[in-house]
């Protein structure tokens, strides 16, 4: 079965690392205490409105984003998101697998917040 997966690639789980909420969630757990809230999508994105407190890191920008993160407590939680949860989903995986213990992801994206 190793033999299969290493050829063909398996998913790897990211299930005990990265936790999608839905907006009330989401925004209950950023509003009790001081976290860090990424918002992956490009400049102008943010520019155009964002959540309250969030730090634009751009995931095109693979340089700035990895840079960004190499700088962070990997222990500490994330919470974070971009346009529509397509982005944050691959954000958060890689993420995961830079060493990050718990990320949290806004289902639905910032698209799914202002609703």
């Not at 990265?18 to 994105?45: C, G, M, W, Y």
């Not at 984003?65 to 974070?80: A, C, G, H, N, R």
């Amino acid at each position: 079965m190793s033999l299969l997966r290493s050829l063909f690639g398996a998913k790897k789980d990211y299930s005990g690392i990265v936790e999608v909420l839905h907006k009330t969630s989401f925004k209950s757990a950023i509003s009790d205490k001081k976290v860090q809230i990424i918002d992956v999508r490009t400049p102008n994105e943010f520019g155009q409105g964002h959540i309250e407190n969030a730090m634009n890191v751009d995931f095109f920008n693979q340089y700035s984003f990895t840079s960004y993160f190499k700088k962070i407590d990997k222990k500490e939680p994330l919470y974070i998101y971009c346009r529509s949860g397509a982005r944050s989903k691959k954000a958060s995986h890689k993420l995961a697998d830079m060493g990050f213990e718990k990320i949290y992801d806004l289902q639905g994206g910032y698209s799914n917040w202002k609703l």
